[in-house]
T-cell receptor, first 114, second 115 residues
Framework: AQTVTQSQPEMSVQEAETVTLSCTYD???????LFWYKQPPSRQMILVIR??????QNATENRFSVNFQKAAKSFSLKISDSQLGDTAMYFC???????????FGAGTRLTVKP | SQTIHQWPATLVQPVGSPLSLECTVE??????LYWYRQAAGRGLQLLFY??????ISSEVPQNLSASRPQDRQFILSSKKLLLSDSGFYLC??????????????FGSGTQLSVL
């Protein structure tokens, strides 16, 4: 079974600074997807960024980028120029290619301080 | 555009009472549908997923069940709620089509408190 581990229960960062959230996963699959989801206080789950395992290039979405290390099974999220609105729970998730379920880590609570 | 509706938003139920949470998706056909549960301060646990009408896969044996009576309707049920069933329940859907990005779209969630 696939497992997703987020080793940082809580993190904080000053506004405008950069922060990196860690995620590791365990799988024997070669083709899969990785995701970062954001859950603000409203509790709505919002997709932040997505990475296909077959792509070597790291995904980026504006201020959000990932460092995908397939051999190390690591998928960290970097948030640049942190904003107060980035305060949320962040979940790392894994989905096997051509499969139907997504597995989530326990989450990292990020607080952006003014 | 696609939308997902989940209700009710909050629910308080006594132990031993039945449960029915409903989720519907609009604007797409033949979606994959999911029920997740999020315990307080914790991650998401996959409970059920469905790839078609009447097709339900259960990830965690428990007193909950799911049904998919229509293509875009997914129902989470229980005959007798337990205290441990309290949590935040999220419905989600995904579509897999050539050229489409795979991802989950989530509903707004139901906060269930079993007292």
């Amino acid at each position: 079974a696939q497992t997703v581990t987020q080793s940082q229960p809580e993190m904080s960062v000053q506004e405008a600074e950069t922060v990196t959230l860690s995620c590791t996963y365990d799988t024997s699959e070669n083709n899969y997807y990785l995701f970062w989801y954001k859950q603000p206080p409203s509790r709505q789950m919002i997709l932040v960024i997505r990475q296909e395992a077959y792509k070597q290039q790291n995904a980026t979405e504006n201020r959000f980028s990932v460092n995908f290390q397939k051999a190390a099974k690591s998928f960290s999220l970097k948030i640049s120029d942190s904003q107060l609105g980035d305060t949320a729970m962040y979940f790392c998730a894994f989905m096997k290619y051509n499969n139907n379920d997504m597995r989530f880590g326990a989450g990292t609570r990020l607080t952006v301080k003014p | 555009s696609q939308t997902i509706h989940q209700w009710p938003a909050t629910l308080v139920q006594p132990v031993g009472s039945p449960l029915s949470l409903e989720c519907t998706v609009e604007g797409t056909s033949n979606p994959n549908l999911y029920w997740y549960r999020q315990a307080a301060g914790r991650g998401l646990q996959l409970l059920f997923y469905s790839v078609g009408i009447g097709q339900i896969s259960s990830e965690v044996p428990q007193n909950l069940s799911a049904s998919r009576p229509q293509d875009r309707q997914f129902i989470l049920s229980s005959k007798k709620l337990l205290l441990s069933d309290s949590g935040f329940y999220l419905c989600a859907w995904s579509v897999r089509r050539q050229g489409m990005r795979e991802k989950l779209f989530f509903g707004s969630g139901t906060q269930l408190s079993v007292l």
